[in-house]
């Protein structure tokens, strides 16, 4: 089942793996050849986010999102066995786990650990998306699940902050650290990167099926816009080791330490989140995303909270960089397990495509 889907993915979908590959690699080599690309980025920002990623951002999140059949959301809202899921491992679990394996691999570093805890608060709300249609799973659950992680990150993510960071450590006799960001810098974080192109989806599919039409719309519209997923992506990836990838070149040591426990994360996250979505009897389309909305993270939350706390040369802020430098290559595996896993699900027609 798994060769017949890649088969019928287009070239740049197919070749993904690749096509990361060469954009890391551009952007590492941007990094190197261009004196103070970094800091160009960094120049113009859109809520402490540099500009030109904040663009590929926005670019990235509109295909999917104009992808939900919006009038189908009500089915997926009364299933509470579903929310259930989605909220125990987003905000149980995946907080624990990271916090647990920052501890076990940097007992002695806690800079990069409470940059890691940071990047495992931050439930993902952007790159989430494109992982999930590549695996095949339900747009619809993965845009309520989005929505409903955005919900309880900007309730949530200050307290758990505190508590993780500053309070925890000290039940064991060890100094705590302060982080402060308020509710208001969470929710327009949320209303930029999620709001927006949430709404352009759907005002998109609202006008063009009525303009012209619900069958041009899936067959003609859709198509067309379907590869400014992976451009945007693609263009982003190139960005982020474009500003990251001399730090990263300068402090492999540093890098590799933090690598270690973040990879193992998103593996033991993913397959815990698929295994749960098995066990309570979800479909594979539903539970691809609610696996994907528990793996992914808010590296745009975590970076911003990490340089505003701790500093832009901090290790907290290096190591919530490395988080989606990690992150990208993980999930890009990750959905080729995510697709293998089809054969243990009962054959179901999908309602995401």
């Given at each position: 089942?798994?060769?017949?889907?890649?088969?019928?993915?287009?070239?740049?979908?197919?070749?993904?793996?690749?096509?990361?590959?060469l954009?890391?690699?551009?952007g590492?080599?941007?990094?190197?050849?261009?004196?103070?690309?970094?800091?160009?980025?960094?120049?113009?920002?859109?809520?402490?986010?540099?500009?030109?990623?904040?663009i590929?951002?926005?670019?990235?999140?509109?295909?999917?999102?104009?992808?939900?059949?919006?009038?189908?959301?009500?089915?997926?809202?009364?299933?509470?066995?579903?929310?259930?899921v989605?909220?125990f491992?987003?905000?149980?679990?995946?907080?624990?786990?990271?916090?647990?394996?920052?501890?076990?691999?940097?007992?002695?570093?806690?800079?990069?650990?409470?940059?890691?805890?940071?990047?495992g608060?931050?439930?993902?709300?952007?790159?989430?998306?494109?992982?999930?249609?590549?695996?095949?799973?339900?747009?619809?659950?993965?845009?309520?699940?989005?929505?409903?992680?955005?919900l309880?990150?900007?309730?949530?993510?200050?307290?758990?902050?505190?508590?993780?960071?500053?309070?925890?450590?000290?039940?064991?006799?060890?100094?705590?650290?302060?982080?402060?960001?308020?509710?208001w810098?969470?929710?327009?974080?949320?209303?930029?990167?999620?709001?927006?192109?949430?709404?352009?989806?759907?005002?998109?599919?609202?006008?063009?099926?009525?303009?012209?039409?619900?069958?041009?719309?899936e067959?003609?519209?859709?198509?067309?816009?379907?590869?400014l997923?992976?451009?945007?992506?693609?263009?982003?990836i190139?960005?982020?080791?474009?500003?990251?990838?001399?730090?990263?070149?300068h402090?492999?040591?540093?890098?590799?330490?933090?690598?270690?426990?973040?990879?193992?994360?998103?593996?033991?996250?993913?397959?815990?989140?698929?295994?749960l979505?098995?066990?309570?009897k979800?479909?594979?389309?539903?539970?691809?995303?609610?696996?994907?909305?528990?793996s992914?993270?808010?590296?745009?939350?975590?970076?911003?909270?990490?340089?505003?706390?701790?500093?832009?040369?901090?290790?907290?802020?290096?190591?919530?960089?490395?988080?989606?430098?990690?992150?990208?290559?993980?999930?890009?595996?990750?959905?080729?397990?995510?697709l293998?896993?089809?054969?243990?699900?009962?054959?179901?027609?999908?309602?995401?495509?």
């Amino acid at each position: 089942m798994t060769n017949s889907i890649v088969k019928k993915l287009s070239t740049l979908d197919r070749y993904l793996p690749l096509w990361i590959g060469l954009a890391m690699a551009s952007g590492v080599l941007l990094s190197h050849f261009v004196p103070n690309l970094d800091q160009t980025l960094e120049a113009i920002k859109l809520d402490n986010v540099s500009l030109p990623i904040a663009i590929g951002l926005l670019v990235m999140m509109y295909p999917p999102l104009a992808k939900v059949r919006y009038g189908k959301l009500g089915e997926f809202l009364a299933n509470w066995k579903l929310f259930q899921v989605s909220l125990f491992l987003n905000w149980v679990l995946g907080p624990i786990l990271m916090t647990a394996l920052a501890w076990l691999f940097l007992p002695n570093d806690h800079e990069f650990r409470n940059g890691l805890i940071l990047v495992g608060l931050a439930r993902c709300i952007a790159m989430v998306l494109i992982w999930n249609m590549l695996a095949c799973g339900s747009a619809e659950v993965a845009a309520i699940l989005v929505a409903l992680n955005s919900l309880f990150q900007i309730l949530a993510y200050s307290f758990y902050g505190w508590f993780f960071i500053t309070l925890l450590p000290t039940w064991f006799g060890l100094e705590g650290a302060i982080v402060n960001i308020t509710i208001w810098a969470i929710a327009k974080s949320v209303l930029i990167f999620l709001g927006i192109p949430f709404a352009l989806g759907f005002l998109s599919r609202l006008f063009l099926t009525q303009w012209f039409g619900e069958e041009w719309y899936e067959k003609k519209f859709l198509p067309a816009i379907s590869p400014l997923a992976l451009v945007g992506l693609l263009y982003t990836i190139v960005l982020l080791f474009a500003m990251q990838g001399e730090k990263m070149l300068h402090q492999p040591l540093a890098v590799l330490k933090i690598a270690l426990p973040l990879g193992l994360y998103f593996v033991l996250m993913f397959s815990l989140a698929m295994w749960l979505a098995y066990k309570t009897k979800h479909t594979y389309d539903e539970s691809a995303a609610i696996a994907f909305t528990a793996s992914g993270n808010n590296f745009e939350l975590a970076i911003a909270v990490a340089i505003g706390t701790f500093g832009i040369t901090s290790g907290e802020a290096l190591a919530a960089t490395v988080g989606p430098l990690i992150e990208v290559p993980a999930l890009v595996a990750i959905v080729y397990l995510s697709l293998w896993t089809q054969k243990f699900f009962q054959p179901q027609p999908t309602n995401s495509k």
